[in-house]
């Protein structure tokens, strides 16, 4: 599968209506988002059940504003509409692979269960 590009408008449908998304956070200016580039494609086209997206930071200022963009490029991984891993800098094809099975391996029933515990730690701090 290749790579989509996402934009402000589609990127909630995109997390909403797929299990596991990668996301990269991108610039053409971007020397190192160039050099990532093929090694994301490359991914995009081994594993096909996962939808590999790309965001143009400038086109999409916004959403890069929202997201958190402070360095590009950035990598972040939602798998069941979870934020699961989000690292600026890019990855080497095997670094890219071992995300992907972590990414994969993720119980996902753990993961939610911790996000709930520091939700609920944070609001009694607040209390």
């Known amino acids: 599968m290749a790579?989509?590009?996402i934009t402000e408008k589609t990127f909630d449908e995109?997390?909403?209506?797929n299990g596991i998304v990668l996301v990269d956070f991108w610039a053409a200016w971007c020397g190192p988002c160039r050099m990532?580039?093929?090694?994301f494609a490359a991914a995009s086209e081994k594993h096909p059940d996962i939808t590999f997206t790309k965001v143009d930071t400038e086109a999409e200022q916004g959403l890069a504003g929202a997201a958190g963009i402070r360095s590009i490029p950035t990598l972040m991984a939602f798998r069941d509409k979870v934020l699961v891993f989000s690292q600026p800098g890019a990855?080497?094809?095997?670094s890219l692979d071992e995300l992907i099975a972590g990414v994969r391996n993720l119980d996902m029933d753990d993961v939610r269960a911790t996000i709930a515990a520091q939700q609920m730690a944070a609001q009694q701090a607040s209390a």
């Open 36 to 39: 990532f580039a093929p090694t």
């Open 14 to 17: 995109t997390i909403t209506n």
């Open 91 to 94: 990855l080497n094809a095997s």
């Open 3 to 5: 790579t989509i590009d």
